[in-house]
């Protein structure tokens, strides 16, 4: 599967965005999708996740109240709703597959990934 993000920009803090990962295939229902980010200088950690049958939503601590993630299996497409965004919140956002249904929240957990989308926030 091919994984295109977007929807990332500029925005101030508490402010909100909406990202998009566009996945090809036609198995998209039966992937688990997440996102995960990485900050400069960071490693890259996870943010959120949704089982392939869309029953199951994972967040990190760090988001969790203020990020929301859902699929549209109809439109092959996930999305990561972010509101009340703050500095911290700055970094490169990475959409990713996983084949079946899983809670993994490790990078090495998944196997397909998007190229990233710039999520800036200004204090």
């Known amino acids: 599967v091919q994984l295109q993000a977007s929807g990332g920009g500029l925005v101030q803090a508490g402010g909100s965005l909406r990202l998009s990962c566009a996945a090809s295939?036609?198995?998209?229902?039966?992937?688990?999708m997440g996102w995960f980010r990485q900050a400069p200088g960071k490693e890259r950690e996870f943010v959120a996740l949704?089982?392939?049958?869309?029953?199951?939503?994972d967040y990190a601590n760090s988001v969790k109240g203020r990020f929301s993630i859902s699929r549209d299996n109809g439109k092959n497409t996930m999305y990561l709703q972010m509101n009340s965004l703050k500095p911290e919140d700055t970094a490169v956002y990475y959409c990713?597959?996983?084949?079946?249904?899983?809670?993994?929240?490790?990078?090495?957990?998944?196997?397909?990934w998007g190229q990233g989308t710039q999520v800036t926030v200004s204090s």
């Open positions: 990713t597959a996983k084949l079946g249904w899983t809670r993994n929240t490790l990078v090495g957990g998944y196997d397909y």
């Open positions: 949704i089982t392939s049958s869309g029953g199951v939503t």
């Open positions: 295939g036609r198995t998209f229902s039966g992937y688990t």
